[in-house]
């Protein structure tokens, strides 16, 4: 099961905005293929690379656009941590809750 953590549901919703702010249409486009590719987790939880900045492998990322979505796998649950534009600074103590 794929979960979204608040962050990363704070993530989409900023991306929404800033590409609604041109266009409603490719602001609706690009965050249902964000969704969908994150479902797509449920089958293939390993298709994305181990994020190098991390380093564990359980800690994932795939590129959708121009964002990196980042996951983590456990036993039970793919939990989406975060939802960055590729060329952003990324600090892994983002992710710590």
């Not at 293929?33 to 690379?49: A, C, H, Q, V, Y």
């Not at 939802?83 to 600090?91: A, V």
Request: net charge negative; glycine share 2%.
């Amino acid at each position: 099961m794929v979960i979204w953590s608040i962050p990363a549901k704070q993530d989409l919703k900023k991306i929404y905005d800033y590409i609604a702010r041109d266009s409603k249409y490719y602001a609706e486009k690009v965050s249902q293929d964000i969704l969908e590719r994150s479902e797509k987790l449920n089958e293939f939880p390993e298709i994305g690379r181990i994020v190098p900045e991390i380093g564990e492998v359980n800690i994932r990322e795939v590129i959708v656009y121009s964002y990196r979505l980042i996951y983590e796998i456990s036993s039970d649950k793919i939990e989406v941590l975060a939802l960055i534009h590729c060329k952003q600074d990324f600090s892994p103590e983002t992710l710590i809750n």
